[in-house]
T-cell receptor, first 115, second 117 residues
Framework: DVKVTQSSRYLVKRTGEKVFLECVQD?????MFWYRQDPGLGLRLIYF???????EKGDIPEGYSVSREKKERFSLILESASTNQTSMYLC??????????????FGDGTRLSIL | AQKITQTQPGMFVQEKEAVTLDCTYD???????LFWYKQPSSGEMIFLIY??????QNATEGRYSLNFQKARKSANLVISASQLGDSAMYFC??????????????FGTGTSLTVIP
């Protein structure tokens, strides 16, 4: 079974802090994703990466950056946390786009509160 | 335009009854895949069922089936014999074919299902 592990289930940080959310997958997947989930808005893509050191902006990249130094690890960075970044953050991984029937596999999510 | 539309923010169903969750999609690709996920209150996203655009049969997985109507671009999830544990958010998603375009998944806004005892 694919295992996607997010470093924290719950996290509380202060406004202005630099926040790191870590995600590790064990299935050698090329693609990794960071989503933000808010009530009524579904999943919104922040960034994704299709290879080591490669990244693509998603729908809402402002205020976030990412790092992928190793294939199994994808980090989301909030450069200067703000209260409007309080949300549920979901990491996912998947095989490449030519394997159409392969789903995304998700971590358990991180509920981040910015005070 | 939205790639995936789920028009039912909330649904209620009596235990042991069947329920249909609606999903319509928008793509100009001929080859694509459709997925349904379940998200309980604990937060994890659980993959339920997959339907490929070229699949001739509707997909089934246990109590889950997918009512796939290609011409109408709809991929509705049917849950038969609902159980209390089916209470959750349900998300429809699509992946378009291709090395590059297939990297992204598009999600709907979800439907919250409540099963009533």
């Amino acid at each position: 079974d694919v295992k996607v592990t997010q470093s924290s289930r719950y996290l509380v940080k202060r406004t202005g802090e630099k926040v790191f959310l870590e995600c590790v997958q064990d299935m050698d997947h090329e693609n990794m994703f960071w989503y933000r989930q808010d009530p009524g808005l579904g999943l919104r893509l922040i960034y994704f990466s299709y290879d080591v050191k490669m990244k693509e902006k998603g729908d809402i990249p402002e205020g976030y950056s990412v790092s992928r130094e190793k294939k199994e690890r994808f980090s989301l960075i909030l450069e200067s946390a703000s209260t409007n970044q309080t949300s549920m953050y979901l990491c996912a991984s998947s095989s490449p786009g030519d394997r159409l029937n392969q789903p995304q596999h998700f971590g358990d999510g991180t509920r981040l509160s910015i005070l | 335009a939205q790639k995936i539309t789920q028009t039912q923010p909330g649904m209620f169903v009596q235990e042991k009854e069947a329920v249909t969750l609606d999903c319509t999609y928008d793509t100009s690709d001929q080859s694509y895949g459709l997925f349904w996920y379940k998200q309980p209150s604990s937060g994890e996203m659980i993959f339920l069922i997959y339907q490929g655009s070229y699949d001739e049969q509707n997909a089934t997985e246990g109590r889950y089936s997918l009512n796939f109507q290609k011409a109408r671009k709809s991929a509705n999830l049917v849950i038969s014999a609902s159980q209390l544990g089916d209470s959750a958010m349900y998300f429809c998603a699509m992946r378009e074919a291709g090395i590059n375009t297939g990297n992204q998944f598009y999600f709907g806004t979800g439907t919250s299902l409540t099963v009533i005892p």
